[in-house]
Structure formats: C-alpha cells, structure tokens
T-cell receptor
Framework: DAGVIQSPRHEVTEMGQEVTLRCKPI?????LFWYRQTMMRGLELLIY????????DSGMPEDRFSAKMPNASFSTLKIQPSEPRDSAVYFC???????????FGDGTRLSIL | ELKVEQNPLFLSMQEGKNYTIYCNYS?????LYWYRQDPGKSLESLFV?????AVKQEGRLMASLDTKARLSTLHITAAVHDLSATYFC??????????FGAGTILRVKS
C-alpha cells in the first residue's frame, strides 16, 4: 500500500522563482494537510483540506503561498515569488476521517538561495 | 490563544530508566495525538487519544489523556537506545484548529 507521496524530494532554486510542491495522498483518505518545519519555528500547519475543500488556511504565512487540491488524489503548494526565509522541509500528510492518525510523506527539502 | 506546551524540550536519559513527557494544552479538546520523528526523517504516528481517560500502550511507550486537566503524558518504561527521537504531541481544538507542540528531543544513553 503506497503511502503519501511527495515530489520533489529536494528543490534548490533562486529567490524570486516560483516553486511548486506536489502531494499525492493515500487513496481513500479525505483529509490532507500541508506543514512546514524549520529549526527556528518548529512544525507549523499551513493549511488542510477536507474532501478537496480548504478548511483552515490560517497558517499560510502570506499571499505568496497558495495551495490547491483539484481532486482527491493530488494537491499542490505553490510559493511565488520565493524568498530565502521560505527554506524549510515541507511535509504533506493525509488521514481518513479527522480523528484518524496522520500519515506523513517523506517531505520536500526546499532551499531558496 | 491556542497553545500546546511540551516539557521537557530535551531529555537525556540512561537506558533502563523510566521517564514521562508532558503535553499541556490551553483549551478544550478531546483529540490528542503523539508522533515520533527520527533525525532527517518524516513523522510517524504513535497514538491517537480521543476521550478523557484514554490510555494506549505500544511496547515501552504508554500515552494517556486527562481532558479535565488538559494534559497528556507519554511514559517511557525501561528506555532503550532505539527510542531516541523527537516526540511531538498535537491537539485538535474545537473550531477545527490543529496545533503541534514544540517537540521533545529524547536521547537515550547506554
């Protein structure tokens, strides 16, 4: 059974460029979460979806960040334009039902130069 | 403000010893989660606690939830080196807000 799949695993780009992170949740899961993890700020919830609808996006840092879930099997997190302070590990997680344990992907390590 | 506080933030313990990690939260919730993260890796779910008095055990780890005290504990029994990791608690507050604690770095020394 495939877990949560994130791509790319690593991304290095220059500031000002657009960055798109991708996530495929576990089939049948109806909740999808995006997180950012840094040494300074720890693990932060950015946004989560239920049945492809955003439920809480209060963690999205600013308008440069946007997330979409066009269907049940795919989500994107986009940063435009990117800045060095966006460098972090971004995790995607999914769960079946809001009370279930979250299954995390391996993360995308993003470096903005 | 919705807060989740873990303590200690860093724990160094000898193999074979027992210890407890605490997770306090600021307001009403009956949904609490514990996760483990190894260095450079993703997070792994350990326990889901959904009601007052819930207790779950897996191996040397036991988690409990007291919703009245707004407190969860993660108890480690007879620690072994393989338990070295960072442990997070997370609380799903009413109003659909999910907040993670800062994490407890556990180092078990042989």
């Amino acid at each position: 059974d495939a877990g949560v799949i994130q791509s790319p695993r690593h991304e290095v780009t220059e500031m000002g460029q657009e960055v798109t992170l991708r996530c495929k949740p576990i089939s049948g899961h109806d909740y999808l979460f995006w997180y950012r993890q840094t040494m300074m700020r720890g693990l932060e919830l950015l946004i989560y979806f239920n049945n492809n609808v955003p439920i809480d996006d209060s963690g999205m840092p600013e308008d440069r960040f946007s997330a979409k879930m066009p269907n049940a099997s795919f989500s994107t997190l986009k940063i435009q334009p990117s800045e060095p302070r966006d460098s972090a590990v971004y995790f995607c997680a999914s769960t079946g039902g809001v009370t279930g344990p979250q299954h995390f992907g391996d993360g995308t390590r993003l470096s903005i130069l | 403000e919705l807060k989740v506080e873990q303590n200690p933030l860093f724990l160094s313990m000898q193999e074979g010893k027992n210890y407890t990690i605490y997770c306090n939260y600021s307001t009403t919730s009956d949904r609490l989660y514990w996760y483990r993260q190894d260095p450079g890796k993703s997070l792994e779910s350990l326990f889901v606690l959904l009601s007052n008095g819930a207790v779950k055990q897996e191996g040397r780890l036991m988690a409990s939830l007291d919703t009245k005290a707004r407190l969860s504990t993660l108890h480690i029994t007879a620690a072994v080196h393989d338990l070295s990791a960072t442990y997070f608690c997370a609380v799903f507050f009413y109003g659909n807000k999910l907040v993670f604690g800062a994490g407890t770095i556990l180092r078990v020394k042989s």
